[in-house]
């Protein structure tokens, strides 16, 4: 029996095709913006729903925010009768005259006037090393980490706390304040949690009975306290046990407090990491001869940190916010001098409260926003790199 | 399945060098309370190529592993090129140093590309400069047949690819040693041959080897001695010819009318 060509003869039980299919583009309903729509928001009855729910949420909040934010904002004026309401103003809006007003004491706390350039500068200095360490296209990154992790913070130590000697009148950290030691807690939290939390992690997993003990009863102690409450020790319990003259300052011993617990926080994220290593990868590494500390720094550790990226990430979005928390010890970080200046009478409305929170709620997930979008780069650009 | 015999005359006798290259004398090992090696005796001369087989669960891979120390003996003793295997890690770098690994997972570095791959130990075991390194790496890639893909990850070579893939980044150190734990058995069928040639063509070179493998044609082709383990046992040990014609021991046989079919 013969077959016309292409002609697929369904009671038939051999078949050879003999005509190739070519492709055809796919349905218009797949494609374009209603394919978009259709797919991402509307493809069960459940994902019908909740986009219904958020587009009325977004109608109802969005709307809101423009209007206390930008409309009913008052944008000018020099003391409270400004943002007060009157018969022009009817409903008033954010008060942005107190925070144009206050932004020196927001940046700089009460860092003396004259000295204010050098915070200017640390800053500038400090977002030209984040810029060059995080930009993984930038040139020379080996000098940028170098400039990164010795030059900056040497620098900077002597930049913001002076030194006689060169001229740099000496300022009491007591006097700092404001986005400056928001950010000079959260730097430090963020350098120095990582490598510490590395050396915990691997210690936890260590063969060495002593070394891992030390390292359980670390992390166990740290995570199983309050952040505040380890601030508190360090703040406030320190000094009673050692001699004035021996202990450190009340912003260092914050530092130490926050580094210490956020170390022991990314020990656990980074044993996350280390644990996704099949064994077979330790085994590959000494096989051809490698030592423990080179298996780590170049096998093991480049594959459990890309792995964890997303956890090392979200405990440092955690830290930043968390650094807020410093005021218990009285120490003015931004959002503590926001608590300062919406009480100052001078500026006493009922909109003061809410501005100066906003202002803080912005300052905060600009950061945040902006880590979170630089891990998730960062992830889609390793997972290019090796698709497996 | 059998490699097929293109590969010239078969290889024996081996060219021995006269010089023993692995001994291990009345080695036990247990995990915890199961007694997994019990009184291992094998001493492998220089240029020698040894098969191992033998059921799931005998023992062979914990036997080869102890051989670079990826496991720990706790009785008996192992030389390697002369060096005692001991706690001491000097030793044990020596001998890792010596000994070349292929493991059934390929277990390449997946962050790293294929000539990165090769040229790391060179780099931080040999010290060599990474230049020369290149140099050594892609010597030993083209000789696996693969230069083309130096610069790929290992994510992106077929099974068999990174199999010799690994075979090359073993070769790189210059090993006197080899050991194979079943490489191909995670390979695709039509994948098994690219890598059993490239080991035949190891042996031709004279290469001292143990094979942990089920494919006993490529036994037949290159072993000079077959070694049959059984509940961590060595069962018996022979050259090919009489270990396939004759084998001695009831579990032998029964081994071998299991795989042969
Ligand atoms: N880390 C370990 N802890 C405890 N028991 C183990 C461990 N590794 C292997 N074993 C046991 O030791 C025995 C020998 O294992 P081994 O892997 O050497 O066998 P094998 O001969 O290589 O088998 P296969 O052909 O399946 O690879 C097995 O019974 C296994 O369950
Ligand atoms: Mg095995």
Same mark, same amino acid.
């Given at each position: 029996?013969?077959?016309?060509?292409?002609?697929?003869?369904?009671?038939?039980?051999?078949?050879?095709?003999?005509?190739?299919? *070519?492709?055809?583009?796919?349905?218009?309903?797949?494609?374009?913006?209603?394919?978009?729509? =259709?797919?991402?928001?509307?493809?069960?009855?459940?994902?019908?729903?909740?986009?219904?729910?958020?587009?009325?949420?977004?109608?109802?909040?969005?709307?809101?925010?423009?209007?206390?934010?930008?409309?009913?904002?008052?944008?000018?004026?020099?003391?409270?009768?400004?943002?007060?309401?009157?018969?022009?103003?009817?409903?008033?809006?954010?008060?942005?005259?107190?925070?144009?007003? =206050?932004?020196?004491?927001?940046?700089?706390?009460?860092?003396?006037?004259?000295?204010?350039?050098?915070?200017?500068?640390?800053?500038?200095?400090?977002?030209?090393?984040?810029?060059?360490?995080?930009?993984?296209?930038?040139?020379?990154?080996?000098?940028?980490?170098?400039?990164?992790?010795?030059?900056? $913070?040497?620098?900077?130590?002597?930049?913001?706390?002076?030194?006689?000697?060169?001229?740099?009148?000496?300022?009491?950290?007591?006097?700092?304040?404001?986005?400056? @030691?928001?950010?000079?807690?959260?730097?430090?939290?963020?350098?120095?949690?990582?490598?510490?939390?590395?050396?915990?992690?691997?210690?936890?997993?260590?063969?060495?009975?002593?070394?891992?003990?030390?390292?359980?009863?670390?992390?166990?102690?740290?995570?199983?306290?309050?952040?505040?409450?380890?601030?508190?020790?360090?703040?406030?319990?320190? $000094?009673?046990?050692?001699?004035?003259?021996?202990?450190?300052?009340?912003?260092?011993?914050?530092?130490?407090?926050?580094?210490?617990?956020?170390?022991?926080?990314?020990?656990?994220?980074?044993?996350?990491?280390?644990?996704?290593?099949?064994?077979?990868?330790?085994?590959?590494?000494?096989?051809?001869?490698?030592?423990?500390?080179?298996?780590?720094?170049?096998?093991?550790? $480049?594959?459990?940190?890309?792995?964890?990226? $997303?956890?090392?990430?979200?405990?440092?979005?955690?830290?930043?916010?968390?650094?807020?928390?410093?005021?218990?010890?009285?120490?003015?970080?931004?959002?503590?001098?926001?608590?300062?200046?919406?009480?100052?009478?001078?500026?006493?409305?009922? @909109?003061?409260?809410?501005?100066?929170?906003?202002? *803080?709620?912005?300052?905060?997930?600009?950061?945040?926003?902006?880590?979170?979008?630089?891990?998730?780069?960062?992830?889609?650009?390793?997972?290019?790199?090796?698709?497996? | 399945?059998?490699?097929?015999?293109?590969? &010239?005359?078969?290889? +024996?006798?081996? +060219?021995?060098?006269?010089?023993?290259?692995?001994?291990?004398?009345?080695?036990?090992?247990?995990?915890?309370?199961?007694?997994?090696?019990?009184?291992?005796?094998?001493?492998?001369?220089?240029?020698?190529?040894?098969?191992?087989? &033998?059921?799931?669960?005998?023992?062979?891979?914990?036997?080869?592993?102890?051989?670079?120390?990826?496991?720990?003996?706790?009785?008996?003793?192992?030389?390697?090129?002369?060096?005692?295997?001991?706690?001491?890690?000097?030793?044990?770098?020596?001998?890792?140093?010596?000994?070349?690994?292929?493991?059934?997972?390929?277990?390449?570095?997946?962050?790293?590309?294929?000539?990165?791959?090769?040229?790391?130990?060179?780099?931080?075991?040999?010290?060599?400069?990474?230049?020369?390194?290149?140099?050594?790496?892609?010597?030993? %890639?083209?000789?696996? +047949?693969?230069?083309?893909?130096?610069? +790929?990850?290992?994510?992106?070579?077929?099974?068999?690819?990174?199999?010799?893939?690994?075979?090359?980044?073993?070769?790189?150190?210059?090993?006197?040693?080899?050991?194979?734990?079943?490489?191909?058995?995670?390979?695709?069928?039509?994948?098994?041959?690219? #890598? %059993?040639?490239?080991?035949?063509?190891?042996?031709?070179?004279?290469?001292?080897?143990?094979?942990?493998?089920?494919?006993?044609?490529?036994?037949?082709? #290159?072993?000079?001695?077959?070694?049959?383990?059984?509940?961590?046992?060595?069962?018996?040990?022979?050259?090919?010819?009489?270990?396939?014609?004759?084998?001695?021991?009831?579990?032998?046989?029964?081994?071998?009318?299991?795989? %042969?079919?």
């Amino acid at each position: 029996m013969t077959m016309a060509e292409g002609d697929l003869a369904v009671a038939e039980l051999a078949f050879v095709r003999r005509t190739n299919i *070519a492709p055809r583009p796919p349905p218009a309903a797949m494609t374009g913006a209603v394919g978009w729509l =259709r797919e991402n928001l509307l493809s069960t009855p459940f994902n019908v729903g909740l986009t219904i729910v958020i587009v009325l949420l977004l109608a109802w909040a969005v709307p809101e925010l423009v209007k206390f934010l930008l409309i009913d904002a008052v944008w000018s004026g020099t003391d409270r009768d400004a943002c007060l309401e009157s018969v022009q103003h009817r409903e008033i809006g954010a008060c942005w005259p107190f925070v144009w007003e =206050r932004l020196p004491y927001f940046i700089y706390g009460s860092y003396p006037i004259p000295q204010r350039w050098r915070v200017d500068v640390f800053l500038a200095m400090l977002a030209i090393g984040v810029v060059w360490l995080l930009w993984l296209n930038a040139p020379r990154r080996d000098l940028g980490a170098i400039y990164f992790f010795v030059i900056l $913070p040497i620098a900077s130590f002597i930049l913001l706390t002076g030194w006689a000697a060169i001229g740099l009148q000496p300022v009491d950290t007591v006097l700092w304040g404001g986005v400056l @030691v928001t950010i000079v807690v959260a730097s430090v939290g963020i350098v120095v949690s990582l490598p510490i939390g590395i050396l915990l992690a691997l210690g936890r997993r260590s063969h060495m009975p002593a070394v891992r003990t030390l390292s359980v009863i670390f992390i166990e102690f740290v995570r199983g306290v309050p952040l505040v409450t380890v601030l508190f020790m360090a703040g406030v319990m320190l $000094p009673l046990f050692v001699p004035e003259q021996l202990s450190p300052d009340k912003l260092v011993r914050a530092l130490i407090g926050i580094a210490i617990f956020a170390s022991a926080y990314m020990a656990e994220v980074v044993r996350a990491g280390l644990q996704a290593i099949p064994k077979g990868q330790y085994e590959g590494a000494m096989a051809v001869g490698l030592r423990y500390w080179q298996m780590m720094r170049l096998i093991i550790l $480049p594959q459990a940190l890309k792995v964890t990226i $997303p956890n090392i990430v979200n405990t440092y979005i955690g830290l930043f916010k968390d650094t807020t928390l410093v005021f218990i010890v009285g120490i003015f970080d931004l959002l503590r001098t926001i608590e300062v200046a919406r009480i100052d009478p001078k500026w006493a409305t009922p @909109v003061t409260s809410t501005t100066g929170y906003a202002v *803080a709620a912005i300052f905060y997930l600009v950061f945040c926003y902006g880590m979170s979008r630089y891990a998730r780069a960062m992830e889609a650009r390793l997972a290019k790199s090796d698709r497996r | 399945m059998s490699v097929a015999g293109n590969h &010239g005359p078969l290889l +024996k006798p081996a +060219k021995l060098n006269t010089a023993t290259a692995v001994e291990i004398a009345d080695m036990n090992k247990w995990y915890g309370d199961f007694h997994v090696l019990r009184d291992i005796n094998l001493k492998v001369m220089g240029g020698e190529r040894i098969v191992i087989c &033998g059921p799931s669960g005998s023992g062979k891979s914990t036997m080869i592993r102890c051989i670079n120390r990826l496991e720990e003996h706790q009785s008996g003793r192992i030389f390697v090129d002369g060096v005692e295997l001991t706690a001491d890690l000097k030793k044990i770098d020596e001998v890792r140093r010596e000994v070349g690994m292929v493991f059934q997972h390929f277990n390449l570095f997946p962050h790293l590309t294929v000539m990165d791959n090769c040229t790391l130990a060179l780099i931080w075991v040999r010290k060599m400069p990474k230049k020369q390194a290149e140099e050594v790496a892609l010597h030993y %890639l083209e000789r696996v +047949k693969i230069p083309e893909q130096a610069n +790929k990850y290992p994510g992106q070579l077929s099974g068999g690819q990174q199999q010799r893939v690994a075979i090359a980044r073993a070769l790189c150190m210059n090993p006197k040693i080899m050991l194979f734990d079943e490489p191909t058995s995670a390979l695709d069928p039509e994948m098994v041959k690219e #890598v %059993l040639d490239t080991m035949v063509e190891l042996a031709h070179d004279g290469m001292t080897m143990l094979v942990v493998t089920h494919e006993m044609g490529f036994a037949r082709q #290159v072993a000079s001695r077959i070694v049959f383990m059984d509940e961590g046992q060595i069962v018996e040990a022979n050259v090919p010819e009489e270990f396939f014609a004759h084998p001695q021991h009831e579990r032998t046989k029964l081994f071998l009318s299991q795989i %042969l079919r």
